[in-house]
């Protein structure tokens, strides 16, 4: 499915560059995160309400799903090697540990 057309008005053409220390670019990425955004809809957000955007999740659950995508890629890759036939690079042990750990963490999100 395509990008729906945008009218001339709400295109956003204008690039405005800011410089942010590497603790203020963590804060800004961390409360994008949380709130469901890319950092820059959130600094826009923020701007234009003056408000904070609504935090969706906790830190914590951030955190756990980016380590569970983390842990999911990897698995990925893995297993399609495996099915390329290249599966001597990939050790069974590493495999059943992505496992595990993948299977921690979905435990962790559904309590």
């Not at 756990?64 to 290249?86: F, K, M, P």
Request: charged letters at 25%.
């Amino acid at each position: 499915m395509a990008r729906p057309v945008l009218k001339e008005e709400d295109k956003r053409v204008v690039q405005v560059n800011i410089r942010l220390t590497v603790i203020e670019n963590r804060k800004v990425c961390t409360y994008a995160e949380a709130s469901g955004l890319t950092p820059a809809n959130w600094i826009r957000q923020k701007i234009f309400t003056g408000k904070f955007p609504v935090i969706k999740i906790s830190a914590v659950e951030a955190s756990l799903y980016r380590e569970l995508r983390r842990i999911g890629v990897n698995l990925n890759q893995a297993v399609r090697q495996v099915h390329s036939g290249r599966s001597d690079g990939v050790p069974l042990g590493v495999l059943n540990e992505l496992l595990a750990m993948q299977q921690e963490i979905i435990k962790a999100l559904l309590k």
